[in-house]
């Protein structure tokens, strides 16, 4: 490379390390250890390099087992660590540390689109400030609840499955997440005896 620069940055949902990276057309493939196979869209960085115009396309989730963490994952040597995705048939391989391999085929490459947020009752409900608590409950709930897609009405709490009683519970509920606000992943501890070294970025050209 030749007078590279820095203009951006893409940040995942989910805590993971990001390990082997594979661009196959407009996707990048990753391994990301526990979080498995993510599949983000990257045509955009030619008209925007600053990365925010990156999405996910999708993901193949190969260690549940640490969903439920803080962050929505964990940062160890788990999960899969390598894939290959350049075959012909669209056929992805995925490897893994503890499960052997999988193949796997996107279904589509479309990415979510933007949550459009209407304040009925349901997500009134949700984000109310009028109960205490209510607003940390929402996104402690939503934040696992649409990550892990889950499509099980008994795991919505009793103020959402009120609120947003109807004919499809799940699908209203998991509109009214999209539109909670996120809690911020909090920055690891540091492990060694070093004091703490802020992250600094070069500026953006």
Known sequence: MENPFYSGNYEGKRRSIDHNQYVVGDHLYQSNYGNGLNVLDIHSITQD??????????????????????????????????????FKSGFIFVHTIERGSFVVKMTSKECAKP??????SCLTSMRTANVEGRLDASQEFCGNFTQRLIDDVQVVPEFAREACAGEDVVAKVS???????????????????????????????
């Open 49 to 86: 390099p600053s990365g925010n115009s990156i999405c996910e396309a999708g993901f193949f989730d190969i260690y549940p087992e640490d969903d439920e963490n803080e962050g929505g994952g964990t940062v160890a040597f788990l999960g899969s660590w390598s894939s290959y995705a350049n």
């Open 175 to 205: 509109s009214a997440c999209a539109c909670v606000p996120t809690i911020a992943v909090p920055e690891l501890p540091r492990t060694t005896t070093r004091g703490p070294v802020p992250t600094v970025l070069p500026p953006r050209a």
């Open 115 to 120: 949550a459009v947020c209407e304040a009925d």
